[in-house]
Each structure stands twice: as C-alpha cells, then as structure tokens.
C-alpha cells in the first residue's frame, strides 16, 4: 500500500469531465440538504427565488448567492447557541467545536459532526499522501493544541496514514526542537512563520544546526509562506528538508495541496470542494488562467455547519498547466497570492504585501522578520518597511538591492527602517505584519 503514488487512485486521477459530474453531484445533494435543513440558507435562497430543482449544471451554481464571512458573524446571534440557524443537525450530533482567529472581526464559531470530523481528516490524507508521508514517518506536531482548527486534522490523517504522531502541544519552542532531535522525528507541520522561528532557536539558542536534524519533509499552512519561492527556500535550506505548501480554513476545510512535484502551486482537491474564481474589480467569474480573483469555494460533504459559494477573499489564478505527478486535479498558480482584503491600492498601485515578503526574504543579509505600515503624510500614502540586519552585515551592503527589487517587484517606493538582528517582534503561530493605519477600525 505504501507504493501507491495517490491516496485514492480513483478520485485523483479521474478525467476531467468525470471528476465535473461527480463535482455536480455532490453540489445538488449538500444543496439540498442544505435548503431543507438551514433556516439561514433558505431564507437566502428563497429571497434569490432559487430552489434546489434549478441546479442542473455547474453553470447554474453561479446564480446561487455568495455567503460572506459576516454573514456567518450575524447567524451566530441567534438560536440554537451558539451556532446559530445555518446549524443543518440537531445540537447533540456537534461532536466538535472549533472557532476562526478573528483576526477580521468576530470569530465566527464552527460545529462539526464526527462525520464532518471524520471527513476533513481524510482531505488531510490526501494532502499528506502527496507529500511522501507514508506509514514509517514520525510525525512532529509543534503546535498548541486547542480551540483553532490548525493541525488538528493533520495530526489525525497522519494517524490515519500510519504514521507515528509525536504531539507537540505545550512545550515551548527550545522543547520542541530536543524532542525532535531525540526521537528522529522525519516530518512536521507548522506554519512558515513558526518553522523560520524554530529553525532560528535551534540555531541561536540552542546551538543546533536544523539541517543536521532529520526532518525530511515539513508541511506548512495557515499563511502563504510554502508558496513565495524566497520564503520556501529559506525553510528548505535551514532544515534541509522539502517544504510543501497547503491551504484550508475553519469554515471551509483543507482544499488544497502541494505534492511531491513541487509544481510551484497547489492542487485543488477538486473530489471535496469546487473552486470559482471572481474578477474582485468585475464581479465576473475567471475559467481561464493568467489572470487572479477571489476564490469562492464550496465544500461539497461537510453536513452541519455547510459552506456553499463562502467567498474566502483568498486571491488564487488557475494554472495553465497540468501538474506532472498525473493528478487531475487543477492546479493554482504559485498558491494561495494573498487575501483580498490585503491588497490595497498605495498612491494608485496595488499592493500585495506578499510582492514585498518574495524580496525581503530573497535577500541574504535581512533576518526573516519584517513589517510593513502604510500611513499617510498629509495627502500622500507612504509604505514603511522594517527590516533586520543579520549580524555582521550593513546597511550599505544591501540597501541598493533591497530598493531596486522592491521597485522592480512592486513599482512602489518605500521609507525603509534598519533594525538590529533580534528587535522586531516573533510570532509563534501566523505573524501580524501588514498595517493599513488608513483605514479604520472595524
Ligand atoms: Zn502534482
């Protein structure tokens, strides 16, 4: 079994036309169930004057309204507590509760059944499978455990695999690293954010090489990090493993995937979800590639809390592509690009702060932390960037490239601020390192 080069042969390798019918399918059923049992999503449906009959094919699912994250905020006011009427089960089948961060506002809360539980463990063997995890990996799972979905399923699709998972829940970072080294541990999962973290203490505190430890293979998640090439490769190098990207959320699910491949973006496990892209400027849905939208994502088996049409502000582009592992499944260019929301117009250009990390990262010399400001100085925007200089190195030795890069890469200008090596904040989970001081507070 653990030859296989896919976790269901079928499902990944299915013609595309075959894998659209199935996507149909599963789309009129989790309509319907979701009509019939979601006081929420009715009420939405019928003010549409759409009924689960209309969805003949998967242009038709186009007419169905998007559901926007705060919707989700205003459902969870009102009974049964504290899901509120989008909840499709009676109470007492939620065998699980999970909230959002909130880091835009009110975390929305998120009920599954073991069903649901039991199904985004197996979208996480998918991923894992893809990776190369097989049964004799030791799996290091550095991450605290609790009301955040993170590594959860990671954790439980590893077990599901074989592997052996090594829960690294309330030890600190300097802990974690020991317990890695004495255990062999082959493989992890954290976000890029934390794995440049881990691999700095290892390195300064501990006075271990992160290379010499023997992480083969390390899943990230939760920010876009696997998928900006500089940042990517920073990780690779510091733990000498491969390092492959994955994207999913709370209310939707784990829909994607980087495999062995490393096609330079994500599959979209397209048997679990269907995946629409829209022009943020037109409205208009993108089929093609070469050009990048907002995703808007339907997890096509998740029962209690169902997420239909969930306009996720994750900026995504089709590849044109197909991906040499034989998946079928279609592949995003370079990852999830950003979040919708992130991306601003500075003195009329579009920025993604993304576009900055690429160069930070890609530049020897600059410590892995960064921040980015943009504020204005009267009527004008200005974008600050904080960065760190390694040990040793000086301005003068990269500041011509650092400004030449982010002109080439951006077409901004920036007010750039030179700290010491170890003054700007860490993060131990997803790092906060975007401000928009122009708008206001929510
Ligand atoms: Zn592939």
Redesign the pocket.
């Known amino acids: 079994m653990s030859d296989h080069v896919y976790w269901n042969p079928i499902l990944e390798t299915m013609p595309r036309e075959k894998l659209q019918h199935l996507q149909l399918c599963k789309f009129k059923r989790i309509f319907k169930w979701t009509y019939e049992n979601s006081i929420f999503h009715r009420a939405l449906y019928k003010k549409a004057g759409i009924e689960p009959g209309d969805i003949r094919s998967l242009d038709d699912v186009r007419n169905i309204p998007k559901v926007e994250k705060s919707m989700m905020q205003m459902i969870q006011n009102k009974d049964p507590f504290p899901y509120g009427d989008a909840l499709c089960v009676p109470l007492e089948e939620v065998s699980i509760f999970r909230q959002t961060s909130g880091t835009t506002g009110q975390p929305v809360y998120q009920p599954d059944t073991w069903q649901d539980w039991e199904w985004w463990s197996e979208c996480w063997a998918y991923i894992l499978w893809?990776q190369g995890y097989r049964p004799k990996d030791r799996v290091f799972i550095p991450f605290g455990y609790n009301i955040f979905v993170a590594f959860w399923a990671g954790h439980y699709a590893a077990e599901k695999l074989g592997c052996e998972v090594v829960p690294g829940g309330v030890l600190d970072t300097q802990a974690r690293l020991l317990k890695i080294q004495e255990l062999s541990a082959t493989a992890m999962m954290a976000t890029p954010t934390y794995i440049l973290r881990m691999a700095d203490v290892a390195k300064n505190k501990l006075g271990i090489d992160p290379s010499k430890l023997s992480i083969n293979k390390i899943t990230c998640a939760g920010e876009p990090g696997a998928g900006i090439p500089s940042t990517k490769k920073r990780m690779q190098d510091a733990f000498g493993a491969k390092v492959y990207d994955h994207s999913g959320a709370t209310e939707i699910g784990a829909w994607s995937f980087?495999?062995?491949?490393q096609?330079n973006g994500m599959?979209v496990n397209e048997a679990m979800f269907l995946v629409e892209i829209e022009d943020i400027e037109t409205g208009k849905m993108i089929d093609e590639p070469g050009k990048s939208g907002k995703m808007i994502i339907t997890a096509l088996d998740r029962i209690a809390q169902p997420c239909i049409r969930f306009d996720s502000k994750d900026v995504i582009e089709w590849d044109s592509k197909t991906?040499?592992?034989?998946?079928t499944?279609r592949?995003i260019k370079g990852g999830v690009q950003g979040r919708a929301d992130d991306i601003t117009k500075v003195k009329g250009v579009l920025l993604s702060p993304v576009a900055i990390e690429e160069v930070v990262r890609s530049i020897d010399g600059l410590g892995d932390e960064f921040e980015i400001i943009v504020d204005k100085q009267g009527d004008i925007d200005r974008i600050k960037l904080k960065v760190e200089l390694m040990p040793d190195v000086s301005k003068q030795q990269i500041e011509g490239k650092l400004k030449d890069q982010l002109r080439l890469k951006t077409n901004l200008g920036y007010l750039i601020e030179y700290y010491d090596y170890g003054q700007l904040p860490r993060y131990e989970v997803k790092a906060k390192r975007f401000k928009d001081l122009r708008k206001k507070p929510q």
């Open positions: 893809s980087e495999c062995q491949d096609p599959h991906c040499s592992c034989g998946r499944f592949l």
